[in-house]
């Protein structure tokens, strides 16, 4: 074709992009991902941003560190994620190993042992809630006719509500991670397993030098994701106890609301943003391990 017959030629456009240099698959995806970003943006991303306005006072967080109520909560918060995370997690990794034994009646066991984290929390914390009643509850009742004497107040103790809560909360959330684990244990190969019992290891030997190396990083990657969703754990205390007795058992994802009670909103949302310096050097740290795995297997 001659120079001059290109100068000639009709300008072609190409109808899959529509001269705009876009496909119509873009196009359309980005209208369906349209309703997604508009959903984030009204109520996630406004609600935080509003929260952070809120917030943004420092006599709020002059008045929040005066509350003795607040230094009780942070300790409370401190307990509850050391204590429970780490009693949950072993007892986790302890079951992870029964449950893998090839036997009928373990999987039966295994369809009741998951099912306190399939039902929802409002039903089955609040259940514990009405067992524990001093009066009428029906472990006070028990204790009464085994022994002819009245159970313990046991949600009018500080102490004691805390550690029911912390039980309440390991009963409720063991099963997913116990799920986890077992998966875990599941992709470890089984010749490792024979070729260890030919040579003569038994249960401990086989634990230490191939269960544990393969399943270690996912045991602190879920150790530490499990710590960022219990510092969110609302239900847990405040269903079982309301942060009672006397506002004594409130752990930082409570706390604001015990301020809402009180129409104090600025120290409602200075409560909820104090709790993220606990929060993001935890999600900092689990995406950096979550990274270097992907870095290490690719």
Not at 144 to 152: A, H, I, Q, S
């Amino acid at each position: 074709m001659t120079v001059a017959a290109l100068d000639h030629a009709p300008d072609t456009v190409d109808t899959n992009t529509g001269g705009t240099g876009r496909s119509d698959a873009q196009a359309w995806g980005l209208v369906m991902i349209l309703p997604y970003v508009l959903i984030f943006l009204i109520f996630v991303l406004y609600p935080v941003l509003y929260g952070f306005w809120i917030a943004r006072k420092p006599e709020s967080y002059v008045k929040l560190a005066a509350d003795p109520i607040f230094l009780r909560t942070i300790v409370n918060t401190a307990v509850f994620v050391i204590v429970a995370i780490n009693i949950k997690m072993l007892i986790a990794l302890v079951l992870s190993g029964f449950f893998t034994t090839a036997r009928w009646w373990i999987k039966a066991l295994s369809v009741l042992f998951i099912l306190p984290w399939a039902l929802p929390s409002i039903p089955t914390i609040l259940s514990f809630r009405f067992m524990l009643n001093p009066e009428w509850g029906i472990i006070n009742q028990q204790i009464f006719r085994l022994t002819g004497e009245d159970g313990p107040n046991w949600l009018n103790d500080p102490t004691l509500a805390l550690g029911l809560a912390m039980l309440v909360h390991v009963w409720k959330s063991l099963p997913f991670w116990t799920l986890i684990l077992i998966s875990g244990r599941l992709a470890i190969s089984k010749d490792l397993y024979e070729a260890a019992e030919v040579d003569g290891a038994n249960s401990w030997h086989l634990f230490r030098h191939i269960t544990w190396p393969s399943m270690q990083q996912l045991y602190f990657t879920c150790l530490i994701l499990s710590m960022i969703w219990t510092l969110g754990d609302f239900n847990s205390v405040y269903l079982l106890t309301g942060g009672g007795p006397a506002d004594l058992t409130h752990v930082l994802a409570t706390l604001g609301v015990r301020y809402l009670r009180y129409d104090q909103v600025e120290q409602s949302m200075a409560a909820i943003v104090v709790a993220l310096p606990f929060v993001l050097p935890l999600v900092y740290i689990l995406m950096k391990r979550l990274g270097s795995n992907s870095t290490a297997k690719a």
